[in-house]
């Protein structure tokens, strides 16, 4: 090859590179942090990925404000933060068990057990925050699901059967544990808002099938009943805050106020009206 075919080749790559640059720099930027579209961006890339408590996060930043991914993320949000809740919940309860199962040390499984608990009434709160924000902003008689089927297994992981056993695991495991019942949560919770509670096979079948829409009347009942198993959480015998359990028993008579009247929803009235009556003489 002489100078000049050097040369050349030289200037081509000069230029190509010069295109690439300004292709680059003229083509879309990307969202800046801090903005709905970053947050919702996030949001995607963190459920596509099973990491639920940022998805969860990132679309709670969505729904702080009225935008055009708002009204995508209100109903997308209630369903992951009402499995993160009870995700958390089943935890703290395990360990629990595993205080009472270990009394030769039970003092790691009450730290993890008040941690888990912790992390469950800040879920449960943001759900009640955003079905409150969902009641008022929502009218439709369906209610779009744009998220997809969920990661995870309704199996409960082998490890937690070893800690209610009292059987303290290594870190790397209960990390893995809590991934693991965070994903099943929110599995768990995805089926319920569907109709298909306890059903992932018939869950998974309709979020294929793509543009999922319910029924506003289902959808509402079935955030009723996890309001209601919310509530449990702010109990006498576990965190003890009986405003927060009344609030969100009263969100939830609230939602069913707004559905005709069925079996299902005067049995779940009838449970939602006894704790609140334990509640009055608690």
Not at 83 to 86: E, F, I
Not at 110 to 117: I, S
Not at 217 to 235: C, P
């Given at each position: 090859m002489n100078?000049?075919?050097?040369?050349?080749?030289?200037?081509?790559?000069?230029?190509?590179?010069?295109?690439?640059?300004?292709?680059?720099?003229?083509?879309?930027?990307?969202?800046?942090?801090g903005t709905p579209?970053?947050?919702?961006?996030?949001?995607?890339?963190?459920?596509?990925?099973?990491?639920?408590?940022?998805?969860g996060q990132m679309l709670a930043g969505v729904t702080r404000t009225d935008n055009e991914f708002t009204a995508r993320a209100l109903p997308w949000g209630l369903v992951v933060s009402s499995?993160?809740?009870?995700a958390f919940r089943e935890l703290g309860d395990r360990y629990e068990l595993g205080a009472r199962a270990n009394r030769g040390n039970p003092t790691p499984f009450?730290?993890?057990?008040?941690?888990?608990?912790g992390s469950a009434s800040g879920e449960?709160?943001?759900?009640?925050?955003?079905?409150?924000k969902f009641l008022e902003a929502n009218k439709d008689p369906n209610v779009a699901l744009v998220f997809k089927y969920p990661v995870g297994n309704v199996a409960e992981p082998p490890q937690l059967g070893k800690v209610g056993k009292g059987m303290l695991l290594p870190a790397?495991?209960?990390?893995?544990?809590?991934?693991?019942m965070?994903?099943?949560?929110?599995l768990m919770a995805a089926c319920l808002a569907v109709g298909a509670p306890g059903d992932p096979a018939k869950a998974l079948e309709l979020f294929n099938k793509g543009n999922v829409q319910v029924p506003r009347?289902?959808?509402?009942?079935?955030?009723?009943?996890?309001?209601?198993?919310?509530?449990?959480?702010?109990?006498r015998t576990k965190l003890d805050q009986p405003n927060r359990a009344k609030m969100l028993l009263t969100e939830a008579t609230e939602a069913l106020k707004l559905v005709p009247p069925t079996k299902q929803t005067k049995e779940l009235q009838k449970k939602i009206d006894g704790a609140l009556k334990k509640l009055k003489t608690s």
């Open positions: 100078a000049a075919q050097i040369r050349r080749l030289f200037y081509y790559g000069v230029v190509a590179v010069g295109l690439l640059a300004t292709s680059c720099s003229t083509g879309p930027k990307p969202p800046k942090p579209a970053f947050d919702w961006s996030a949001a995607v890339e963190a459920y596509r990925l099973g990491d639920y408590v940022r998805a499995g993160l809740s009870q009450r730290r993890q057990t008040t941690a888990a608990r449960a709160l943001q759900f009640a925050e955003t079905f409150h790397a495991e209960m990390e893995s544990l809590q991934r693991a965070l994903q099943r949560g929110v009347d289902a959808f509402l009942t079935a955030m009723a009943g996890s309001l209601y198993a919310e509530s449990e959480l702010f109990g």
